[in-house]
């Protein structure tokens, strides 16, 4: 591992995809729930780190996403660490208003697998907090 000389040479660390990306999994810092995964390029890293709020790079608009600056659910950012092969971010948050799904719920991981073997189906285990529809107008 190296050490960092310049104010962005940790960075170098970090294995960017062929797309210039990294997965990203954003975790509830107090509670350890998982609340969202998604990608990060190079400068929603850097500026995830300088500002104290997640940055994210939206493949479908093709820009960087500031995390809430829609829908106000901002994600202040307590921790980052890089996995052991160095190509995944986790970002331990604090998630402001307890949403961090544009379903209104706290986590985006709101179904999980039920059901008897050779019949499975999803189960929705976690309430809408806040009809979307108020929340992104």
Request: hydrophobic residues 35%; proline residues 4%; glycine residues 10%.
């Amino acid at each position: 591992m190296s050490t960092a000389t310049t104010p962005n040479s940790w960075l170098d660390d970090v294995e960017f995809d062929e797309s210039g990306l990294i997965p990203a999994i954003a975790q509830d810092a107090a509670s350890g729930t998982v609340l969202m995964v998604a990608w990060m390029n190079r400068d929603a890293l850097a500026e995830t780190a300088a500002t104290g709020h997640a940055v994210y790079w939206s493949r479908s608009r093709g820009k960087l996403w500031r995390k809430g600056e829609e829908s106000g659910h901002r994600q202040r950012v307590r921790e980052l660490r890089l996995d052991c092969d160095g190509d995944v971010i986790l970002l331990k948050v604090e998630q402001v208003g307890g949403i961090a799904c544009h379903t209104g719920r706290e986590s985006c991981f709101f179904r999980r697998l039920d059901g008897a073997p050779g019949q499975p189906g999803w189960t929705i285990t976690d309430p809408v907090l806040k009809d979307p529809e108020l929340i992104y107008k």
